[in-house]
């Protein structure tokens, strides 16, 4: 088994059961995700009625949505992943640098 790979809770139609998958992406993308997840963040699937995948990482905390990507099911998954945490890190950084400033006052 790979060791390029992170976890995703999948929301299942019709009624939102949930299943752990696995996403195999880039080594780089790896140390990114493990650092959300270790910040409390989930990163979570689904496929929609078009057929396209919802891509999330949310903050249970503020429970929101904090970065999110919507694809074509299939091949280009892996890419919109890397984007995802990506954009996940740095709203996640924001928000830390946001909640220090708050704290400072």
């Given at each position: 088994m790979s060791s390029n790979i992170i976890p995703f809770?999948?929301?299942?139609r019709p009624d939102g059961r949930q299943r752990d998958i696995q996403i195999e992406?880039?080594?780089?993308v790896v140390a990114d995700a493990h650092a959300l997840v270790c910040s409390g963040y989930h990163l979570e699937c689904e496929v929609l009625r078009?057929?396209?995948?919802?891509?999330t990482v949310f903050d249970p905390t503020e429970e929101?949505?904090?970065a999110i990507e919507v694809v074509p099911?299939?091949?280009?998954?892996r890419e919109a992943v890397a984007r995802l945490i990506?954009?996940?890190l740095?709203?996640?950084?924001?928000?830390k640098e946001k909640e220090d400033a708050?704290?400072?006052k």
């Open positions: 809770t999948q929301y299942l992406v880039p080594p780089q078009t057929g396209e995948v919802s891509l929101e949505d904090i099911n299939g091949p280009g998954v990506a954009a996940g740095k709203a996640a950084e924001a928000a708050t704290d400072r």
